[in-house]
């Protein structure tokens, strides 16, 4: 048993090695950067010059400023927001569906969800549409700032809606380490309310597990481009666009910029989850009295009937908004002319499916290809780290213990840095290696964002697997590799299945890692979308966003399938 | 004496420990082939632990001292898989992706093929379960799935049986069909069987072994 637990150290330390020392060279190669050192354009003097350039540039107050709002504002609703539909909706009549449904809402890439949701809510979106001129009045649409608004509003809604999944998603995992239902009982005999009981206890052991996800939500938000290239605010963008935009200048002394920015990023990602840690801990001693004040008897019903309808129409909104955007991508696509106030276009025609297919199947390739090589190399990785993880366990209860907790933070790492502050210098190493814009370094950089969630997806299920059956079966066979592939990885095919469906759609939606390791070799649907989206065609913009929607679904409705399929006689599982 | 009554089963002064505190005291025990031992004691001292010592699952946090030898073996620092020791649990812990068929070839070693669907046949007759072959193991009852899961142990040709409470998640009616069949397979095996238990019916001739006084004892509290 001692040598199971040198091997988990061992693949940590391949894992770390793989994955974490180049997160860390990446963050050197930008920071020496933002101090003025990059020998490559000539730069090797050291100073403090790009941060205060950084600082003195007109536009990066504005756009810090719109960056922290539209942050914060989504990552609090998307988090306040879930955990009230949970609260409300567990073990409702809606609940169980809610449970196999959120996986698809999940699979939907943020991108091709906002070019969509961009058609519908903008001022000659199909909304205004629908209500015009009946409703509205208007003949031609109303020159309102709707998409890119300098308050990022529109950025904000979208990061809502797609996040919202992501936390229900992880709430779920959170809640199958306990009997929640029964926790809910014994605290209504005590005469909790069921709101009351659901913060006292429901959320209190929750949260340690949702922590990690929070803090990564937030370091997405400060830091998405691609969605906020679409939604956000333009002049001046949000921050991580900005930095983008120095990093891509035609002159190259705007890379120094570049660098510093995306260093005061990080720092500024840094400060606020340490300021979130904070307020975390704050609220927990002032806590303590309220935790064990008793039930406050006759309480406000936070439970009404009538809450819990609004929760329901909320999921439903969430899912409305989906096939909308959805729909309203699939109509652009095949629209010939489609004025204003019409609700539907007035001439269709499949020109532009025919000119978007001459120029897809390239990048259709390059990102099945990288996503099923990242999305397996993921799911076997992570499916070894988990079983000798779940074999080297001391016993069942032990599963948190230092050693894996510090692996769960490691494997967390790429999702809590922002993205654009380590692959300028991921780029610049690979560039000094010869290695930039081949295939596998392209994979391995899609390998660093797609193993958390690969982790992050599998995890729960893996540990808890009933370690009993493959010990029954071990003794049975009396072999391993039997009992491992007969009987432990059909039983944990579906949530294997599921797992790599996620995986694959993380890498289907990677913008920034494909745009600075393919070296502009390899481009995949997302980056041309991006480009496309940025000034083409709404109809050939309309035509990418789609494929760049379905594929990630197809592989995951594909991937639930088979194991549904498989397994179609026996009700056990 | 030792030609005509070998001991199949042995356990040296064993004792099990954990961060430095023995779960109970010493043991020795000695068991013929076709034997039943019945072990006893009040909850939480370690009768479950026992079984997985001697089964070889038992966590890394336990330490374990004296000598578990069967058929003249030593097992103690032997893998799981390698001691051909059956434990059979309260949970059936039945294959839910396979069939009954297909858990009982599961546990059968390598050979014809026509050979080991015989066997699975014969022992499903045996069970009175002839036919369910193809049966999904989540369609039987709690009865069944019990029957199913000691022919699924029985099948890999263990040398020792190791019983965790067998009948407890049983109605009064099918634990003692259960348990004369139980009886009936471990005759016919021929070999030595270790049970934990909490039910005094389950004691062959009155009579068990206290893990907490480490001796045997008779159903009416008389020491032997």
Known sequence: MRATNYKLILVSLCAGALFILPVMAGLLGTWLPALGYLPSIGASQISVEPILAVFAHPSSYSSIQATLSSALLATGAAFVISQWLCMQLYNSNSWSWIKRSIGLLLAVPHLAFGIGFAFLISPSGWIMRLLSPGISGFNVPPDWLIINDSYALSLTLVLVLKEIPFFLLMSLAAMGSFDVAKTLQVAASLGYSRGEAWLKLVFVQMYPQLRLPLYAVLSYSLSVVDLSIILGPTSPPTFAVLINQWYGDADTDFRLLGAAGASLLLILVTVLLGLIFALEKLCSKIAQGWLLAGPVRYGVGYFAWGYRKIAKYTVIGLWASTLLTLAVLLLWSVAQQWRFPLALPSKWSLKYWQLSWQQLPEPLFNTALVGFCSATIAISLVIAILHWQSQSARSVNQQSSNSSQLLLWLIYLPMLVPQVSFLFGIQVLLVGLGLDGKLASLVWAHLIFVLPYCYLTLAKVFLQFDNRFFQQAMILSQSRWKSFWMIKMPMLFKPIAFSFAISFAVSVSQYLPTLYVAGGRFNTITTETVALATGADDRISASFALWQFWLPLLVFVTATAIPQWCFRRRKGL | ?224
């Open chain 2, 1 to 224: 004496m030792t030609q005509l009554n070998p001991i199949a089963f042995e356990l040296q002064n064993l004792q099990l420990r954990l961060d430095g505190v023995a779960l109970f005291p010493e043991i020795s025990i000695q068991l013929t082939a076709g034997e039943l031992l019945v072990v006893m004691g009040p909850s939480g001292c370690g009768k479950s632990s026992l079984l997985a010592a001697i089964a070889g699952s038992s966590p890394s946090e336990f330490e374990l001292r004296g000598n578990i030898r069967l058929q003249g073996k030593q097992l103690n620092a032997l893998a799981m898989e390698r001691r051909e020791v059956a434990i059979v649990y309260q949970d059936d812990l039945l294959f839910p992706h396979l069939d009954v068929a297909g858990n009982l070839l599961f546990a059968l070693p390598r050979g014809d093929s026509l050979q080991r669907l015989d066997s699975v046949q014969r022992a499903l007759a045996s069970a009175g379960l002839a036919g369910f072959e193809k049966r999904d193991v989540a369609t039987l009852s709690g009865g069944q799935r019990a029957r199913v899961s000691l022919l699924r142990s029985l099948l890999a040709r263990p040398k020792l049986l190791l019983l965790d409470e067998p009948f407890s998640r049983l109605d009064e009616a099918l634990r003692q069909d259960f348990r004369q069949f139980v009886f009936a397979q471990i005759d016919i095996m021929n070999i030595p069987a270790l049970m934990v238990s909490h039910d005094r019916r389950d004691c062959p001739n009155s009579q068990f072994y206290s893990l907490q006084d480490a001796q045997m004892q008779m159903l009416n509290g008389a020491n032997i």
